[in-house]
């Protein structure tokens, strides 16, 4: 039962995903310089932030043009995912 329950708290990969990761990468972990690490950022902050961006409240061209023609839907999904993964040292930028 451990293994169901894990499975269940693990969202599914977006399939919106790819355009994200491209700057932000797959896991949250930034692939490219002054786009930030979204792995762990708490689930409420990203949901918003996304809307925001998609609707032009926040506004960056770059994102608005990435997010725009998604759903509440697709943006709650990356929210989640992003909001799942765990920050690596390692990765990412400094």
């Given at each position: 039962m451990?293994?169901?329950s894990?499975q269940a708290?693990?969202p599914t990969?977006?399939?919106r995903l790819?355009l994200?990761a491209a700057?932000h990468?797959?896991?949250?972990?930034?692939?490219?310089p002054?786009?930030?690490?979204?792995?762990?950022?708490k689930?409420?902050?990203?949901?918003?932030?996304?809307?925001?961006y998609?609707?032009g409240?926040?506004?960056?061209?770059?994102?608005r043009?990435?997010?725009g023609?998604?759903s509440?839907a697709d943006?709650?999904?990356l929210?989640r995912?992003?909001s799942?993964q765990?920050?690596?040292?390692?990765?990412g930028?400094?």
């Amino acid at each position: 039962m451990a293994v169901a329950s894990v499975q269940a708290a693990t969202p599914t990969k977006p399939a919106r995903l790819g355009l994200c990761a491209a700057c932000h990468g797959e896991t949250g972990m930034a692939q490219i310089p002054g786009a930030p690490n979204l792995a762990g950022q708490k689930l409420d902050y990203l949901r918003e932030a996304l809307k925001q961006y998609r609707d032009g409240r926040r506004n960056v061209p770059l994102m608005r043009a990435a997010i725009g023609p998604m759903s509440d839907a697709d943006l709650d999904e990356l929210a989640r995912w992003y909001s799942a993964q765990t920050p690596s040292p390692t990765q990412g930028n400094p």
